[in-house]
T-cell receptor
Framework: SQQGEEDPQALSIQEGENATMNCSYKTSINNLQWYRQNSGRGLVHLILIRSNEREKHSGRLRVTLDTSKKSSSLLITASRAADTASYFC????????????FGSGTQLTVLP | DTEVTQTPKHLVMGMTNKKSLKCEQHMGHRAMYWYKQKAKKPPELMFVYSYEKLSINESVPSRFSPECPNSSLLNLHLHALQPEDSALYLCASIGLAGSGSSYNEQFFGPGTRLTVL
């Protein structure tokens, strides 16, 4: 079942700009993860943030987590055309036995 | 080896056919998953195997039959499918607690694109 929503559904930006995607979820979580998917391909794990963390960085990625609002954001800085993909948040809910529930996804298009 | 492989990449089948999808990983992961993904939608969980035993079945129709013959292999047997079953089928695996590092991250295979005519 789908845990959360992401917004925007689609985002189109110029190369070099920053892209921000937001994710909301409904239940208490162990962690929240962001995945990337190129068209028709498998998902690639980007970053994981635990429920007791508020911010995490990995290269050009910055993730924030606000458990009081049940929301997370993914910021991609200095975007590149190769960042064009769908981005999904996924929550590992407490008591879920390592079962991920995915958000609705954001389709990011970076124009060269 | 940090890879999940899936075969075939593409599969076209009629509604009366029987076929199987195969997934393999050699990372020592003891939990494996099948997801179904329709175009422009997020993956939807179908089945979870933990230690080679089916632990979660998300009310999937019986025309989909999973099998985990050993800790490295996961199969999905397909029979009498409907055109609406056409989708990308993704396999994933994860280490379980005590099994080492990165036991929160699910590793996904590239998927099998299934078309049911």
């Amino acid at each position: 079942s789908q845990q959360g929503e992401e917004d925007p559904q689609a985002l189109s930006i110029q190369e070099g700009e920053n892209a921000t995607m937001n994710c909301s979820y409904k239940t208490s979580i162990n962690n929240l993860q962001w995945y990337r998917q190129n068209s028709g391909r498998g998902l690639v794990h980007l970053i994981l943030i635990r429920s007791n963390e508020r911010e995490k960085h990995s290269g050009r990625l910055r993730v924030t987590l606000d458990t009081s609002k049940k929301s997370s954001s993914l910021l991609i800085t200095a975007s590149r055309a190769a960042d064009t993909a769908s981005y999904f948040c996924a929550t590992d809910a407490k008591g879920s036995a390592r079962q991920l529930t995915f958000g609705s996804g954001t389709q990011l298009t970076v124009l060269p | 080896d940090t890879e999940v492989t899936q075969t075939p990449k593409h599969l076209v089948m009629g509604m009366t056919n029987k076929k199987s999808l195969k997934c393999e990983q050699h990372m020592g992961h003891r939990a494996m998953y099948w997801y179904k993904q329709k175009a422009k939608k997020p993956p939807e969980l179908m089945f979870v195997y933990s230690y080679e035993k089916l632990s979660i079945n998300e009310s999937v129709p019986s025309r989909f039959s999973p099998e985990c013959p050993n800790s490295s292999l996961l199969n999905l047997h397909l029979h009498a499918l409907q055109p609406e079953d056409s989708a990308l089928y993704l396999c994933a695996s994860i280490g379980l607690a005590g099994s080492g590092s990165s036991y929160n991250e699910q590793f996904f295979g590239p998927g099998t694109r299934l078309t049911v005519l």
